[in-house]
């Protein structure tokens, strides 16, 4: 019996003495995961911040809800996405310039490449945005629908209308003026997508041509743009365009949108 005991309080001892080892290994182990953790998280980071940014920026009367299909089309290719709202309808065009310059320059100073993705107004005030600086940074530009010229909806609806329109939408018509129209050419890589479907039962009485039922084809074409391509889209439906995707990220990956049928 007293052997018996002593080979228990043996067997004792070195199942405490294990367990201690073991608890021991895994108390080293969690504080060398833990200690990583920092590191790891930076690494992220730096990874994170060496992805090539897009701005994406709605358009009038949208918020950047509107741009949330492409926001994911852009992650999903492996940018940092950057979706911008703005108060398209209360803020005058300068007032506007000034807080967008300071959100992108918030999140982006620090990308390699930052890029802008833009919608009707959207791109009017990018082209205002970069006529006064431009970011050393700055890579590629795409106008979705853009009213580089201007629309004669504004015109023809702006004097009745234009206290739903706002300060800044009642500078979208055609008049040489007009802000689309005083702003100078842009002097970096751009390119524009329009849409030929209208939804708009007073466009052709209103819009020259084929029109996306908002602003017509003719009026998104732009001086120095690197190139031109025109999807079965509406205005507003052009954000959810899988043709308009497509193009959007060929421009971004080369300078070029696809040809039709490739």
């Known amino acids: 019996?007293?052997?018996?005991?002593?080979?228990?309080?043996?067997?004792?001892?070195?199942?405490?003495?294990?367990?201690?080892?073991?608890?021991?290994?895994?108390?080293?182990?969690?504080?060398t995961l833990m200690a990583a953790l920092p590191a790891r998280a930076e690494e992220a980071a730096n990874l994170a911040d060496a992805r090539e940014a897009v701005v994406l920026l709605h358009g009038l009367y949208r918020s950047e809800r509107a741009m949330r299909p492409l926001a994911a089309r852009l992650e999903a290719a492996g940018y940092a996405v950057h979706n911008l709202g703005y108060p398209s309808i209360t803020a005058a065009p300068d007032e506007l310039s000034s807080l967008l310059r300071e959100k992108v320059e918030g999140c982006c100073a620090g990308a390699p490449r930052l890029h802008f993705v833009t919608h009707s107004l959207g791109g009017i005030l990018t082209r205002a945005l970069l006529a006064e600086q431009a970011p050393a940074n700055l890579g590629r530009v795409v106008m979705l629908a853009p009213p580089n010229h201007?629309?004669?909806f504004v015109d023809v609806f702006g004097n009745a209308f234009g206290w739903a329109l706002g300060p800044t939408g009642r500078e979208l018509g055609t008049a040489p003026s007009s802000l689309p129209n005083r702003l100078p050419p842009p002097d970096y890589a751009f390119g524009v997508i329009a849409g030929t479907w209208s939804l708009n039962p007073l466009s052709?009485?209103?819009?020259?041509g084929d029109s996306d039922g908002t602003v017509s084809v003719e009026s998104t074409r732009l001086d120095g743009m690197s190139d031109f391509v025109a999807v079965p889209a509406s205005h507003t439906f052009i954000l959810y365009s899988?043709?308009?995707?497509?193009?959007?990220?060929?421009?971004?990956?080369?300078?070029?949108?696809?040809?039709s049928g490739t």
């Open 1 to 31: 019996m007293e052997s018996c005991a002593r080979g228990s309080g043996a067997s004792v001892r070195r199942s405490a003495t294990v367990g201690g080892v073991r608890d021991a290994a895994l108390v080293l182990l969690f504080l």
């Open 150 to 152: 201007g629309s004669e």
């Open 242 to 259: 899988d043709d308009a995707a497509k193009q959007v990220l060929e421009f971004l990956r080369t300078g070029r949108f696809k040809e």
């Open 204 to 208: 052709a009485f209103v819009l020259p």
